[in-house]
């Protein structure tokens, strides 16, 4: 993951709308336009060199991800948004699963109270971040970011980009003997074989396992789909917690057969 903050500058203070509109730019227009032209209509990001070292699944990956039960209609009912969004040469498991994205994760500037104050405000903010694949250079994309918005920034405000993160994405071969002791461990624990799929999330200590130790990760995880996670109502059900833990101890016991 990679992790940036926008910031977007414009006069010294806010400014009387009725005074000085159509005089000064307005850093929430500004920074409005920066954001909104990292990706085009499709979800494509077209930052330059952002994609560098994204490797594209073979036909039998796409073919075992089809296999999937899936309902796209469904999953955009429960999450309560009218369609699923994103690169239409991919299925949204593929988005989900094996390619990078990059988020407006909050902005905000200018007044929030109730009611209505007339200005034009003196900054904007904004965050985002950036889920990698394995391939991706986390330096790169970040540089390649800043670059992106200090070439778009329009004229009229003063743009500044602070960046923090750069873990690398880490992937385990799924037919590795620990990833198999594991899918042997889950069974005895829950009562059914696992099924294979992708994910995404950040873990920084991970990479640094696989860098220093050299080698594989194996993770398991044992939230629901509706626990709401990084939500306000994040939850977890006490019977996936108790399972958890028979799986891990059933793990170590596999791993150390293995």
Not at 58 to 85: C, K, N, S, T, Y
Not at 136 to 144: G, K, L, N, S, Y
Not at 225 to 254: K, M, T, V
Request: proline share 8%.
């Amino acid at each position: 993951m990679v992790s940036w903050e926008i910031a977007v500058h414009g006069p010294l203070g806010d400014l009387h709308s009725g005074y000085f509109g159509g005089t000064v730019a307005n850093p929430i227009e500004a920074l409005a336009r920066l954001v909104a032209q990292m990706k085009d209509a499709h979800g494509h990001i077209v930052i330059p060199g952002f994609y560098e070292g994204v490797r594209e699944l073979d036909r039998d990956q796409r073919a075992e991800i089809a296999a999937l039960p899936f309902d796209a209609e469904r999953m955009a009912r429960d999450l309560g948004v009218p369609a699923l969004h994103g690169e239409p040469e991919y299925t949204p498991l593929e988005r989900m699963w094996y390619r990078p994205t990059l988020e407006c994760n909050g902005i905000w500037g200018g007044y929030q109270g109730p009611g209505t104050k007339t200005i034009i405000p003196a900054f904007a903010r904004a965050k985002l971040t950036a889920r990698l694949v394995a391939g991706q250079d986390p330096h790169r994309v970040r540089d390649a970011l800043i670059a992106f918005v200090r070439r778009m920034a329009p004229p009229g405000v003063r743009v500044e980009v602070e960046s923090a993160g750069d873990v690398p994405a880490v992937a385990t071969a799924r037919d590795h003997p620990a990833v198999r002791a594991a899918a042997r461990a889950l069974e005895a624990a829950f009562g059914r074989a696992p099924v294979m799929i992708g994910t995404g999330g950040s873990i920084g200590p991970v990479a640094s396992f696989a860098r220093v130790f050299e080698i594989p990760q194996v993770l398991m995880g044992f939230g629901l789909p509706d626990d709401a996670i990084h939500a306000p109502d994040e939850r977890f059900d006490l019977d996936q917690f108790r399972r958890g833990i028979d799986a891990l101890a059933f793990f170590y016991d596999e791993l150390a057969r293995t």
